[in-house]
């Protein structure tokens, strides 16, 4: 855990070359240029927030096309409380450097480097990054991505990004419940109900 | 519940006109023509089986249109255990029917006549067939079909259907961890990921 740790909330590195004062926009100090300058990209109308649209044209540019599924699920898990549908300056630099620690993770476990990662590198992805998540659940999870082929479900980043999220998503929220360590938790169903139906509701 | 358990098992009626044996479809006797003959109509291929795209051709021809991100949860809540992709004329005919109870709820519900149900009306709904869902955890659920005008949401009957279906299905799972009947279940690791991660794949 504790190297999932560091991934989750490693500080942003310096920024470099940038005159314009980024605390202004609410970003953290030390924040990327990079991210500020993508994040203004997308901001056209200078309010300081984002939405679920230019969020995906933000990291699109950044990366390979993210599908609006993934964009709606990351919105919900760097929410602001006050905001559920845009993200600020704040949760969008989380965000961006969340992303890349992920882009690290695929490219050491896409190992052939075909761009894709396979149920069994993505097992060893989750593990390396401190969840061992069983076999069962992840072909549960990736089946969604079958396409009636019958050939072997392989992730590109996007997919990556989302099986990886939903996985850390609900393990957390178990763990949060699992208050023992004994490897069982006990919902109200009021709890198990406000824990579920929120990433039902991102995949819009 | 006792009138719950009623809507989703009553016995379809009686069918009327139909001279084909439809036992050797594999219907269960008793089944109405209109649904082997619609069963028929998208089953071009006499498989005996249905996928997501011709059960949606179905049941748009019965109702309204249906997203496909309904028809893929109706699949998941249906599914023979064989064949999660597709469905048989069982499975057919017991959905057929679940939704011809549906429909007569919601239109019992909506008292205005206005094609929609709104947050109270969906309580109502769920209160009079034996489920007594929390305001908030509606709200959590239908916030998913907000637009950002910032109005009241109002659910068609394809939306309805979809949370209806989601707030059954969850709820089961859940008593049926509540074996005390205390309101809290106790999910292991395992149960916990592979109960809720079909929700989540549904939603394609």
Same mark, same amino acid.
């Given at each position: ?38 994040f203004q ?13 230019e969020l ?20 919900? #898990? ?40 396979? #149920?069994?590198?993505l097992r ?16 549960? #999870? ?12 392989? #992730? ?49």
């Open positions: 855990m504790a190297y999932f740790n560091r991934i989750f909330k490693t500080q942003p590195s310096a920024p470099r070359g940038y005159g314009e004062s980024y605390e202004q926009w609410g970003f953290p100090p030390g924040t990327h240029v990079d991210v500020i300058r993508s990209m997308v901001d056209r109308d200078r309010s300081g927030f984002i939405d679920a649209a995906q044209q933000a990291l699109s540019s950044a990366y390979q096309r993210f599908s609006l599924r993934t964009i709606r699920l990351l919105i919900f #898990l760097f929410k602001n409380p006050n905001d559920p549908l845009r993200i600020g300056p704040k949760e969008f630099a989380a965000l961006w450097s969340c992303l890349g620690q992920w882009r690290g993770i695929f490219e050491r476990y896409d190992k052939d480097r075909s761009g894709k990662i396979d #149920l069994f590198e060893d992805a989750l593990y390396g990054i401190g969840y061992a998540i069983p076999a069962s659940i992840l072909q549960l #999870l990736i089946s969604k991505y079958e396409n009636g082929s019958g050939r072997r479900v392989e #992730l590109n980043f996007d997919s990556f990004v989302e099986c990886g999220m939903i996985l850390k998503g609900l393990t957390d929220k178990f763990k949060e419940k699992d208050q023992k360590h004994g490897g069982s938790a006990t919902f109200s169903y009021d709890a198990f109900m406000s824990t579920v139906i929120p990433f039902l509701v991102s995949y819009d």
